[in-house]
């Protein structure tokens, strides 16, 4: 089975480049096929995610060329087969952007219902509520698909009852082809809510007050082919940022928006971080144990919860006890038993986990439980002492491009093996650095 073996206590230190936002790429290219002519996409971060959105969006018939790595040219003039439906469809949270998409151009779908990580219960009730404000009929089929029609969608005013990043891409996306003027209030404010209506209006929408809580959108007949570049993904950056904090390193991020990240550097900073910021680059110093706080996760701009486990395992190697509270979903602290096993000192009560900092953690074989988490789990592995191994790495191959590669350019000893004689050879291999 595929697990990374990592060697931990070196500081990173170094230089690194951010990929594409894969939470902006799912929802622009799920948007793509709302066009009948050529859209090009460029900065798509080469991730097990997009992949297979890309083949559930090439199984309903539109065209898609792939001419480098990062780049998809797609053209959804020949789509025919309406429904979404195949087992990797289902493993993946974007895939209810083809609801929006689909429905506002050819005014039905029919898509699986999303999977992605166990994280807790993420419900598409505002999907829906916008879905029907619009005029459409839904409905849960028995198989687990949605299915969404409407003779005509209409504008409407929307209220959002919680912020839902998705259900306000996917409101945005029906919207744009929809007769007359919707107006969403209360809707998510995040940079790849900005993203994705900068992209739908180089396509000819007409969206304004993306990034703030009240949306427009005056829907128009049809879109066109256009060429667009994604955001750097501010996830993958944090995980870098808290990675250099936790391993008393000096990384420099460069391909980013340090805007989109002052959340997080706000807490660096507070608990004894040095952060330099330029147009496009951010680099983190930690020299000395860093000091303790507390945070809660919130919708942007507030702390984000796909950071939240990141943070931990730092708090948990800080000095003195933190408090961190998780107020978006509800099954986020799974990871803290991998992490006890490493020597953290963690106690979690309802939404709180309560972390009081140790000086050290230790090697460990742990599971990564999602996405996020694992990715601070081999964070909390890099700054452990001795060897450890993390399994279930698919979960976070949905989200990081190159992760061991882009870590060992900054000194850290992580491999990915498969056999157990690859293994073995990793393990002897930093053993012998070691000595």
Do not use: W
Request: aromatic share 6%.
């Amino acid at each position: 089975m595929e697990h990374y073996v990592i060697h931990g206590g070196n500081p990173l230190s170094g230089e690194v480049e951010i990929a594409g936002a894969k939470n902006a790429a799912l929802g622009i290219l799920a948007a793509s096929i709302m066009a009948d002519e050529a859209v090009t996409i460029e900065n798509v971060p080469d991730v097990s995610d997009i992949r297979v959105l890309v083949q559930a969006i090439k199984s309903i018939g539109a065209d898609v060329q792939h001419p480098d790595r990062h780049t998809y040219i797609i053209n959804g003039a020949g789509i025919q087969d309406l429904p979404v439906d195949n087992e990797y469809v289902r493993r993946i949270r974007g895939s209810y952007y083809m609801i929006g998409a689909l429905l506002g151009k050819y005014k039905r779908a029919q898509v699986a219902l999303p999977g992605g990580c166990n994280i807790g219960l993420r419900p598409i009730d505002q999907h829906i509520k916008g879905f029907r404000a619009l005029g459409a009929d839904v409905s849960l089929e028995s198989r687990g698909l949605v299915r969404a029609e409407a003779e005509e969608l209409t504008g409407a005013h929307i209220y959002m009852d919680v912020v839902s990043v998705g259900a306000t891409i996917n409101i945005v996306m029906a919207a744009s082809l929809a007769k007359g003027t919707t107006i969403i209030e209360n809707a998510a404010k995040e940079p790849h809510v900005v993203d994705l209506a900068n992209f739908l209006n180089s396509m000819g929408a007409r969206i304004k007050g993306a990034g703030t809580d009240v949306i427009r959108i005056k829907g128009v007949d049809h879109l066109h082919g256009t060429e667009y570049a994604i955001i750097p993904d501010q996830i993958e950056a944090g995980t870098y940022m808290f990675a250099a904090a936790a391993t008393k390193g000096d990384v420099t991020i460069t391909n980013v928006i340090p805007k989109h990240l002052e959340s997080l550097s706000a807490k660096l900073i507070e608990i004894g971080c040095e952060i330099e910021e330029s147009d496009d680059a951010l680099r983190v110093v930690a020299s000395k144990r860093l000091g303790h706080t507390n945070v809660k996760t919130l919708p942007y701009p507030g702390f984000p919860t796909d950071m939240q486990p990141q943070i931990a395992v730092l708090l948990g190697l800080a000095n003195g006890t933190s408090i961190v509270t998780e107020s978006i979903f509800e099954n986020r602290f799974k990871y803290v038993d991998e992490l006890i096993k490493m020597g953290a000192n963690i106690t979690v009560e309802s939404n709180t986990a309560i972390v009081t900092g140790v000086e050290q953690y230790h090697g460990a074989v742990i599971d990564a439980p999602d996405l996020r988490a694992g990715a601070a789990l081999v964070t909390a592995a890099l700054a452990a002492k001795g060897l450890s191994q993390v399994f279930n790495i698919h979960f976070i191959e949905r989200g990081y491009e190159d992760f061991p590669e882009k870590l060992r350019s900054l000194g850290g000893e992580i491999v990915k093996v498969d056999t157990r004689e690859e293994e073995e050879n990793a393990k002897r291999t930093f053993l012998r650095r070691a000595q």
